[in-house]
């Protein structure tokens, strides 16, 4: 197996500029200097990005820059020794100690065990001072190597998690297990497992821990959870199997504070167990979010406005596919049985089947056949679509109190479509049902009750309350302010109609995907169900937002061709897909850009989806499908001027970002300096 480290990639003793990107870049360098990677430049990319969801300094002078990607040819590891310490975001202060983890995309699993012992390694004290007065790069790699188990000390260090063995501690003994993770799973998830098992060592607490990470995980036995008196979630990414702790008391926090602060964690699990009202973890937790109970503010809980956020992006996520789904069946019912299947919808699919087709239709559909087939399609997608408000207003309420919040979300979605209270209606209900649940849950209850309440109790009472409060206090109001809203989008046309083009332009192509995005889609495709043929507003609105959420990966795509060098080897490859998300009306596709440089690439965006949104709106373009880009286009009224609106729009955002790129803010190319092969 190719070794990990090599004197060509250690620098000692050397200033490597003031800030974490310098020092990351140089490293980079040193990396494909010596054949791991195929260019520095994307290497630089992605390791800065990751750099850029959470600092990598952690305590001890020590920063693990890291990442994996596809410019990395060797798993390497780079290390710089900086005269000139850089602060890397830890609480003590600047690293003088770098290690650069390069990963390839398709690493083995040998070598990901051996970057996660090089980060278990690195919080042992005795290991930082040898590198520390290591005199020669052979002195450094041998150290890495005696550590990795790979030198002739051959001794790997220990496994932080007894997980394997099932070892339990006297009864006396207080018992935490935890898990650890991080998104990348080479770094931060070990070295948290590693200073909480030694915290516990520290202060007489059996600490067991679940690693999930890129290395493989062992999970806990069930002995080993059952016996615990309490949990530490140190973690970025969602708990897998979460469920298997239900009912324990918690705390959680992102993986860095279990390096930096895991004292703190095992000593608030313990003041957690202590409190009869301490937080638990939900029956049916699924994800890292999941929770019933109170806790204090310093154990990682959500603020009220983050999660706020987070339950009404978990209602639109879950939301989109039933409106995809049945806009995608409603567009193919239109091209099978006309636009005016509407009419004959309902008729043809009670009173006909294959065999007795239909002789009423309407004069655009494809035959009888094609009436009957256009008909049963309409008819599924339109219950489809019927589900909207339902499922926002359900998942809503999921977000909010888990399981519990299900039921009496969907009864205050469907109560809210009754009333005519639309999106904004099953936004309400949802919040009211779930917060509702949430409180119930909190509430005490004898133990002969609790397996009652998730399942009978709190859906019913929810229920009660937050339907009861939308159809005795909320639902008319918010009815009228609908009903307004709707007849205000009937009458636009001119410039007022192209001013919410321009808006909804900017709103897709803000955050490519994100909250402000989702609230422009969600808009628009809550429209649909108030449209027909006297009322065409929606389906323009539709045409408008689905052209703008477009352009951001085309425009990527177009601006990668034109401008070959201003674009990395990964972004060339990312903008090869980037045509076919674009295509497919998938914004995501232009993300990758957008991290790797968010000033430049967004508001490029913004510019061209917003001429999009006008255009389209101008030309009075229509969309009877809330998804597919160009291959719905046959439930595109006026296609061909759509298309020029997008055509526009991805123009002006390609040689914008490019401009932007050429001429702005651009940094002269750093030389990477060639590295010198020690001898």
Not at 155 to 182: E, F
Not at 197 to 223: H, N, Y
Not at 446 to 454: Q, V
Not at 586 to 602: K, Y
Request: hydrophobic share 50%; proline share 6%.
């Amino acid at each position: 197996m190719t070794e990990l480290i090599a004197p060509e990639l250690v620098e000692l003793d050397a200033s490597l500029g003031s800030t974490p990107s310098d020092v990351i870049r140089h490293l980079a360098g040193r990396v494909a200097g010596a054949g791991r990677a195929t260019e520095v430049e994307g290497l630089f990319a992605d390791a800065y990005a990751r750099e850029q969801k959470t600092a990598t300094g952690v305590p001890g002078g020590i920063a693990i820059p890291h990442c994996r990607s596809t410019a990395v040819t060797v798993p390497s590891l780079a290390m710089a020794r900086l005269s000139e310490p850089v602060d890397f975001g830890a609480k003590d202060g600047p690293a003088d100690l770098v290690f650069f983890i390069a990963a390839p995309e398709g690493a083995d699993q040998e070598h990901l065990k051996l970057l996660a012992k090089l980060a278990r390694s690195l919080i042992k004290k005795d290991f930082t001072a040898a590198l520390r007065a290591a005199q020669s790069r052979q002195d450094i790699v041998a150290l890495v190597n005696d550590a990795l188990g790979l030198g002739p000390a051959g001794a790997s260090p220990a496994q932080a998690t007894t997980a394997a063995t099932g070892d339990l501690a006297p009864s006396s003994v207080k018992r935490i297990v935890a898990v650890t993770a991080c998104p990348t799973g080479i770094a931060h998830t070990y070295m948290a497992a590693d200073s909480l098992v030694a915290a516990g060592k520290e202060k007489g607490i059996d600490v067991q821990v679940e690693t999930q990470g890129s290395a493989g995980s062992t999970p806990l036995p069930r002995s080993v959870i059952e016996a615990a008196d309490a949990v530490v979630f140190a973690v970025d990414v969602d708990v897998r199997d979460k469920e298997r702790f239900a009912g324990k008391p918690y705390v959680q926090s992102p993986v860095k504070r279990g390096i930096d602060e895991p004292g703190v964690m095992l000593d608030e699990a313990l003041a957690v167990a202590a409190d009869p009202n301490g937080r638990r973890i939900a029956r049916g937790a699924a994800g890292a979010s999941s929770a019933s109970g109170t806790g204090s503010a310093s154990d990682g809980r959500e603020s009220g406005g983050a999660k706020l956020k987070r339950a009404l992006l978990t209602g639109v996520s879950y939301m989109i596919p039933f409106v995809a789904g049945g806009g995608l069946l409603i567009a193919l019912g239109f091209l099978l049985g006309g636009f005016d299947i509407t009419k004959y919808a309902d008729t043809i699919v009670l009173k006909n089947n294959l065999f007795t087709l239909p002789t009423e239709f309407g004069p655009q559909a494809i035959g009888p056949l094609g009436a009957y087939l256009g008909a049963v399609l309409f008819k599924i997608g339109a219950l489809s679509m019927g589900f909207l408000v339902p499922a926002l207003a359900g998942y809503i309420g999921y977000a909010l109190a888990d399981r519990p919040g299900i039921a009496p979300g969907f009864v205050a979605g469907a109560v809210a479509g009754f009333m005519g209270a639309g999106f904004l209606g099953g936004i309400v209900g949802g919040l009211l049902a779930g917060y509702t649940a949430h409180w119930l849950a909190t509430l005490p209850a004898p133990r002969w009750l609790r397996g009652l309440m998730p399942v009978a109790i709190i859906p019913l009472i929810a229920s009660i309350i937050a339907s009861g409060l939308m159809f005795v206090v909320l639902g008319g109001p918010i009815a009228f302010v609908t009903k307004a809203l709707n007849d205000w989008l009937t009458g636009m046309s001119g410039a007022t109609a192209v001013i919410l083009g321009v808006i909804l332009g900017l709103m897709m192509c803000f955050d490519l995907g994100g909250p402000v995005n989702k609230v422009a889609y969600a808009f628009a495709v809550a429209g649909l169900s108030a449209a027909s043929a006297d009322n065409t507003a929606p389906y323009h609105i539709m045409a408008a937002v689905m052209a703008a959420g477009m352009v951001p990966p085309l425009a990527m795509a177009l601006a990668t061709v034109l401008d070959h060098k201003n674009f990395n080897a990964t972004e060339h490859e990312n903008g090869k897909a980037a045509w076919l998300l674009g295509a497919s009306f998938i914004s995501e596709g232009a993300i990758p850009f957008a991290a790797a440089d968010p000033l430049r690439v967004i508001p490029a965006s913004m510019l061209g989806g917003a001429l999009t949104g006008a255009l389209t709106m101008a030309f009075n373009v229509s969309s009877k499908a809330p998804h597919g880009g160009i291959f719905v286009f046959f439930a595109i009224d006026n296609f061909l001027l759509w298309f020029v609106s997008i055509a526009a729009g991805v123009v002006v955002s390609a040689l914008a970002v490019i401009g932007l790129k050429r001429y702005v803010g651009k940094k002269a190319p750093e030389a990477v300096e060639p590295v010198p092969v020690a001898v």
